[in-house]
């Protein structure tokens, strides 16, 4: 919390163009996606995820399919 003497108050003028910020985003966001395999490698245990850890996730039943 700021006391009143601090507070900052806005003061009218033009605004330079070059402070604009403009965002403009793609016609279609998923045509720069990678395609992926329908057929995923085999689950290779590494330093972040282990077989046992993976085993103790929670996924709901039904969430995937036999072949993921």
């Known amino acids: 919390y700021k006391p009143v003497d601090r507070r900052v108050r806005p003061i009218s003028g033009t605004f330079p163009q070059e402070?604009?910020?403009?965002?403009?985003f793609?016609?279609?966001?998923l045509e720069g996606l990678p395609?992926?395999?329908r057929n995923p490698p085999d689950f290779t245990p590494t330093k972040k995820i282990s077989e046992e850890r993976l085993k103790s996730i929670n996924i709901n039943e039904g969430f995937l399919w036999p072949e993921e």
């Open 19 to 24: 402070a604009l910020v403009r965002r403009s």
């Open 26 to 29: 793609p016609h279609d966001p």
């Open 35 to 37: 395609i992926l395999s």
